[in-house]
């Protein structure tokens, strides 16, 4: 075989180390999805009235959608019926202190690397995890709720907090949007809450790591961030699944809220299993998320490392409607085997003097397929309002494939907007250059795709951003181009 | 909604095309081509802006009035009048006169009969002869295409032989003239021969004398090997005229394509749609677009480029400027197959809105499935860069004067490759004397 | 007199730049104004061309009896006012040659002065290039796309000579030239100068007014002239820096309870 083969081959035969199940007790609900399954799951988080209507009118919603055709990969059947709704560790009652919680869960997450016991913990991290269907577990309450920040799991928020949950739940995303948002005002299991008062900055990342461990079952978490004016937030989202030959079904909906002058910046790195080298397996990964920009001067900023996951479809995307509003996205796609990548985002420009600016880096390896789908939407009202695009492939080996489908719209003669997008491989001469100065190809390819990667690596709070390069590097081992 | 939207792509000129299909092929002797293109059309209609290419395009209120398809042969003193009149100043050339899709000798010039076949597609006895140029690569599930291909009628088939090198470029006029509302289909063939060489200018001219004039344009062009052509469409038109042009061009190894396409105000609706396909390697292809568009005007370029075989370079910028209530589309997609390693392929597109009432919608795609390729596009919308505005100004340029000239500027990457001289003074004069009248307009809603 | 400035205060993103600027400047002189960075230098140079982002709250400007502060940048320009750019652009598809002869044009109509044919003005163009001693390639040449940063500062002086404004601002036209460009830009200008015409240098350094010798030296601190002197301020401000100057301006400030 050829070197490049060879690394190739390596590349190909590179194992998801985040594969195992955990044994633990599980409260599963039968598969199936009908009014019963919605108040079933109602019922099991004592739910008040308007929110179980507010589910229902989400699945009647659901009902009469029809799946999305517009992106470039043929939707895959999806048996909505042959899927658990619910699924959560069997201890019902939430743990006091860590101690109460079942050692063989704790041992996960140990695994998994997340700082769960506040000894280990990264210095300044809140954590909050999702297992299956149920929150688990939220450290630094105390130390939060001093300074009044709420952070606490969506079930928990529409118990604790009804008024904040009932004003804005479902004010970004209706529960009309899209299939995958219908079904998940439906069946959302948990999630997490943020709520930042007026004036105060969050002096310490929040962070959640949701993880699917039961079989045939489907995530729908919910999260709903708000900054209240002047405030400042930001949020680090992980997550895992187990490897298992069925397709799971994760159908997140994420909503942020930004006041006058507050700022959210909200990053994921998303390593889902992703399948086998055949394609056998995985995640699809039907995510819809998107923010808004309310106040005058508000920001938000998504970034996303997306690793994993067999068929990844999201667009986090940013309403600017609150004038000299500003909106970014950055993200690293990198598809490899049989991954399937449709990811973008969408900047709609409503307010004037509002920016926006978009970096996309697709990275496309093995038998991948990556596309960047985007829009830059200028509204009539937009005045001197600015977007910069740039949206770039990698393609790695010959039988991947990389696509570019930005929609540019424009209703205002004030308003600018700047595009550009490239198509490259790893250069031999870079590779040889890294070569005689003593770098071997394997880390000389991890080098360029980490500094190809960089302005979106940059982007991510330090603990991640460590955690992200190191995901980079081990998902295109041994690639040369 | 569903039904509705059904009731739209199926205007009264659907049923008035769908008669005609049946009355003209009741002996049931259409060919199969033509069979499977009617079927696709049936059962769809017209597009609609539920179809991806077609979303910010609507034909409806184009395709909401009544039409005749009964052609009308104009008198011969106007016929000869309007040709004068097409007629580029300074430019020697032959021209190809073409009467509702009928090749009109006497006003035609053409060079030696050894350096040209051409012939009325009607009296090519084999239908199939030009579908040998066609390519399975373009036009699916394009319902304009298919309408085109059921009932089109007239045209013409134009081969250039082998190593033949036209001395002088070839203007082809053609007129329309009906007596009502004329809805028309026609198709030609271009065929140019092994090391063959041709430069050919395209006008559309409407004799309709106030009445609308729909066409439903499709050419076929095949560039064979080493052959090489120059095309120039200059699509300069009345309010009344909705031009609707599918050109399909097949290149062959060696081959090089040059493509100018100036979109100037006037037609209500300009909708073209260039697919080139690379069928060779080596290839050489230049796409270079103007579209200037004026008040309550809608015009759509959809390009597409797939690239095949190895080294093949293409080129491709298009550039915009909006007036008025102005609304411009630009969709340029450029696929890259697995074996065309070692492509070149650039594109942009610049849009440039001079008015606080014109819209872009801009959408530059790639689709690449090679690794060892070089591909980009850029995509700009926005106004005059201020600076450079102030720079002329201090310098004593008027306000007025200080815009024609960004504006010629800003056309300047496309004007400077038009290699013709006649041509190229002959679409500035019709770009300045457009923007004298816009800017005469626009001034003080603008930049008051 | 030819220009004169009185207690101009400008605004830009509703930042006060400059406070009540005074200023006279007559035909046949040479002014510099000097002052260390974000004094106002060039601000007050753009405010004179006619730049729009900034706003005049207060004072008024005369050029030879015409109110400056009504017009319009181009007419500011056929009036006779010439801003040498600290930092010129560059307009992809302008030709030079194109852009000299609309300006050229335009500005000779504004002084009810005859066309010049297509000879008389490349003969023009031909002279002026030798006497500022500029010799790079127009025709064909995008205005200043692909010049080098001395290039473009001797082309705005080449401008300068083909429009012949009454009065000159140049606008840190010495900054990024090495010894021998200088030397050529400050002869160009030398050149250039005549008992009709007015310069006002602006500059950070002493350097170019060794090769460009002024009338007038004034320091700009803090949005108004606070000094003013011959051409020994200049060596002055060499020798010591700016520092005491704002030790002093800040001095007075403080004596006068501001």
Known sequence: MEKDDIMLDQLANKEYEFGFVTAIDMDISETGLNEDTVRFISAKKNEPQWMLDWRMKGYQAFLQQEMPEWQNFKMPEMDFQAISYYAAPKQQAKYASLDEVDPELLRTFEKLGIPMSEQKQLAGVAVDVVFDSVSVTTTYKKHLNELGIIFCSISEAVREHPELVQKYLGSVVPHTDNVFASLNTAVFSDGSFVYIPKGVRCPMELSTYFRINAENTGQFERTLIIADEDSYVSYLEGCTAPMRDENQLHAAVVELIAMKGAEIKYSTVQNWYPGDKEGKGGIFNFVTKRGACRGAHSKISWTQVETGSAITWKYPSILLQGDYSAGEFYSVAVTNHMQIADTGTKMHHIGAHTKSRIISKGISAGKGQNSYRGLVQMGPRAAYSRNFTQCDSLLIGDLCGAHTFPYIESKNNTATIEHEATTSKIGEDQVFYLNQRGIDSEQAIALIVNGYAKDVLNQLPMEFAVEAQKLLSLTLEGSVG | ?448 | MMLSIKNLHANIEGKEILKGINLEVNAGEVHAIMGPNGSGKSSLASVLAGRENYEVTEGEVWLDGKNLLDMKPEERAREGVFLAFQYPVEIPGVSNINFLKTALSEIRTHRNLPQLSAKEFLKMTREKQELVEFEAKLANRSLNQGFSGGEKKRNEVFQLAMLEPKLSILDETDSGLDIDALRIVSSGINKLRSTENAFVLITHYQRLLEYIVPDFVHVLYNGQIVKSGNKDLALELEEKGYDWLKEEFHGNAALNGQ
């Open chain 2, 1 to 448: 909604m569903d039904n509705k939207m059904k009731k739209l792509s199926k205007s009264p000129l659907y049923q008035q095309l769908v008669d005609a299909y049946n009355q003209r092929n009741s002996d049931g002797n259409a060919t199969q081509e033509r069979e499977q293109a009617f079927t696709a059309f049936v059962e769809k209609g017209f597009p609609s802006n539920r179809d991806e290419d077609w979303k910010f395009t609507n034909l409806a209120p184009f395709l909401a009035d009544e039409y005749s398809f009964d052609l009308q042969q104009p008198a011969a003193a106007v016929l000869e009048n309007a040709v004068q009149h097409a007629r580029i100043p300074g430019l020697e050339s032959y021209v190809l006169v073409l009467v509702n899709g009928k090749i009109n000798g006497s006003l035609s010039i053409l060079p030696d009969a050894s350096c040209f076949k051409l012939k009325q597609l009607s009296e090519v006895s084999d239908l199939n002869y030009f579908n040998t140029y066609k390519s399975e690569h373009v036009g699916a599930g394009n319902r304009m295409l298919a309408l085109n291909t059921a009932l089109f009628n007239e045209g013409y088939l134009l081969e250039v032989p082998d190593s033949v090198i036209w001395d002088k470029p070839l203007h082809i006029i053609q007129f329309f003239a009906g007596e009502q509302n004329l809805f028309i289909q026609n198709r030609n063939v271009l065929v140019m021969g092994r090391f063959a060489g041709l430069e050919v200018i395209e006008s559309v001219i409407s004799l309709q004398n106030g009445h609308k004039l729909f066409v439903n344009n499709v050419t076929q062009v095949r560039v064979a090997e080493q052959a090489s052509l120059i095309q120039y469409q200059i699509q300069h038109n009345q309010a009344e005229d909705r031009l609707v042009n599918f050109l399909e061009v097949v290149q062959e190894k060696i081959s090089r394509y040059d493509h100018f396409s100036f979109n100037l105000p006037g037609a209500e609706l300009i909708r073209n749609n260039l697919e080139i396909v690379l069928n060779g390697s080596a290839t050489e292809t230049h796409l270079m677009g103007l579209y200037l568009v004026g008040d309550h005007q809608l015009t759509d370029n959809h390009t597409a480029i797939h690239h095949l075989f190895p080294n093949c370079d293409s080129n491709e910028i298009y550039k915009g400027v909006l007036l008025g209530k102005g609304k411009a589309v630009f969709n340029g997609k450029v696929f890259v197959e697995r074996p065309a390693q070692k492509t070149n392929a650039f594109q942009q597109n610049n849009n440039l809105l001079l008015s606080d009432k014109a819209q872009v919608f801009a959408k530059p795609q790639l689709e690449i499935f090679a690794d060892d390729v070089k591909c980009s596009h850029g995509c700009t919308v926005g106004q005059f860069d201020p600076e450079s505005l102030f720079y002329l100004r201090s310098r004593g340029i008027g306000e007025d004067s200080a815009r024609k000239l960004l504006v010629e500027a800003f056309m300047f990457d496309v004007t400077q490759r038009i290699t013709n001289e006649p041509v190229k003074e002959y679409v500035q004069s019709l770009i300045y004397e457009k923007m004298e009248n816009s800017f005469a307009d626009t001034n003080t809603s603008v930049y008051g």
